[in-house]
């Protein structure tokens, strides 16, 4: 998908359709089968981190797949917006149940590095969520910032849900890693369309 357009976004009823019925689902499942533990926060926060992780595999793979259609661009908006609601869902529970809004809790809970690239991660997501809806011009810095946002928030999920936790999250994790790669790898033998329209002389 192109880094920056100035080209509006124009959702149909069956582009968004799909989008916020996986997300209403999912989250409502992940709320829901918290009630059954006896730690709600914790699980909730849990179980939304699974979910966000899931509804950002279509948004990362529509970015690095070839071409420009509106229903790529439609696509990754939408999974990539409510993915991101879900993980403000998640934050939530996490700051508020997990940590009881103390940040000496946070701090010792999450360690320096982890938390700093924790705040790093989220508000890169929410500037890059913002541009995404509000900001239309195709410039240089809004495609460096997009590029680098999903370069850095896709590494973060990879290494996270593979390497650095246990357990049912490794499986959302790898189908995540394996998805990215494959739509990421270059088409061998297929050349763009707008490659082959007329030179303009």
């Not at 914790?42 to 509804?55: K, P």
């Not at 997501?125 to 460096?144: P, S």
Request: net charge positive.
């Amino acid at each position: 998908m192109k880094a920056g357009d100035s080209t509006p976004y124009r959702i149909t009823l069956a582009d968004f359709t799909v989008p916020f019925v996986s997300f209403g689902v999912l989250l409502g499942v992940a709320l829901m089968a918290a009630e059954t533990k006896m730690d709600i926060g914790m699980y909730r926060t849990i179980y939304t981190i699974w979910v966000t992780a899931a509804l950002v595999i279509p948004a990362l793979c529509a970015f690095a797949l070839p071409g420009n259609s509106e229903r790529i661009r439609n696509t990754w908006l939408l999974f990539w917006t409510f993915s991101f609601i879900v993980y403000l869902v998640h934050i939530s529970y996490a700051i508020f149940s997990v940590y009881h809004g103390s940040m000496q809790e946070f701090l010792a809970g999450q360690g320096m590095f982890a938390a700093i690239n924790n705040v790093i991660f989220t508000l890169l997501w929410t500037l890059d969520v913002l541009l995404a809806w509000f900001d239309h011009h195709d410039t240089r810095w809004l495609r460096f910032e997009r590029v680098f946002s999903h370069i850095y928030i896709g590494l973060t999920f990879i290494i996270s849900t593979v390497f650095l936790k246990h357990g049912f999250i490794n499986v959302i994790g790898i189908i995540l890693t394996a998805s990215v790669m494959r739509f990421a790898a270059p088409v061998r033998g297929q050349i763009p369309l707008r490659s082959l329209r007329p030179l303009p002389y």
